[in-house]
């Protein structure tokens, strides 16, 4: 059995602070997290959750943010993938307008899916 790659990060285009960088392995699905890391989900390149972890003290918040993270966590790990999927295209030499046919997410779509998993995350709710 062939040992597994180590996961690839993505780089994010700005020098604040940002939360955990969503995570691929070598078997194309995709991790992202929370900023604390109470939350995590791990996810297919549609965004399709496979696994999650739930830190105590996230499980004591409200249902509904606490679902709503979940999802823009799940958004956030199936953007992940598409930005990796439009990169890994644009090396092998597609052009442009063919990978714009295909609808992939930009780095731009990137950016906004963590500003949406942080702000679910800052609404909280107990």
Do not use: F, W, Y
């Amino acid at each position: 059995m062939e040992p597994k790659a180590p996961p690839v990060r993505l780089s994010h285009m700005s020098a604040q602070k940002q939360p955990p960088e969503p995570v691929t392995g070598a078997d194309g699905l995709t991790t992202a997290s929370s900023r604390s890391g109470a939350v995590s989900v791990t996810c297919t390149a549609a965004g399709l959750p496979i696994k999650m972890t739930i830190g105590a003290h996230a499980a004591r918040r409200n249902p509904a943010a606490l679902s709503r993270e979940i999802l823009a966590l799940c958004r956030l790990a199936g953007t992940a993938a598409g930005v990796r999927t439009r990169g890994e295209l644009r090396d092998r030499g597609v052009d442009d307008e063919t990978i714009a046919l295909l609808g992939l997410p930009s780095r731009a779509d990137l950016v906004s899916a963590e500003a949406a998993a942080d702000a679910c995350a800052g609404r909280g709710g107990r």
